[in-house]
């Protein structure tokens, strides 16, 4: 699977962006997605997860109910809303897929077995 991440750039703190990260190269809907995202010198954290179906998603602490993530199996993509943003925001944010069965813990990054790039989100205060 390639993972091609785009949307990011720079955001006013208080506004919004959306990233959009496009699947090629498999059955898009076969697989779990997320997005993680990692600031200078820290590690890497999962921002926010969706299931297969889009039925359930799964945030960080840190962004609940400020950021959603979606998807549209039809168009192979998975979407990062963010808004009401925050200079503490400012990342590389990345998208993953896992194609794992069964139980699935969506904060850890073991379990994700394709990565997109990452695109820089820069929130100015």
């Known amino acids: 699977v390639q993972l091609q991440a785009s949307g990011g750039g720079l955001g006013q703190a208080g506004g919004s962006l959306r990233l959009s990260c496009v699947a090629s190269?498999?059955?898009?809907?076969?697989?779990?997605m997320a997005w993680f995202r990692q600031a200078p010198g820290k590690k890497r954290e999962l921002v926010g997860a969706?299931?297969?179906?889009?039925?359930?998603?799964y945030y960080g602490d840190s962004v609940k109910g400020r950021f959603t993530v979606s998807r549209d199996n039809a168009e192979n993509t998975v979407y990062l809303q963010m808004n009401s943003l925050k200079p503490e925001d400012t990342a590389v944010y990345y998208c993953?897929?896992?194609?794992?069965?069964?139980?699935?813990?969506?904060?850890?990054?073991?379990?994700?077995?394709?990565w997109g790039q990452g695109t820089l989100v820069t929130v100015s205060s």
């Open positions: 993953a897929a896992s194609g794992l069965r069964g139980s699935w813990l969506p904060h850890l990054i073991d379990e994700y077995d394709y």
């Open positions: 190269g498999h059955t898009f809907s076969d697989f779990n």
């Open positions: 969706i299931t297969r179906s889009g039925s359930n998603t």
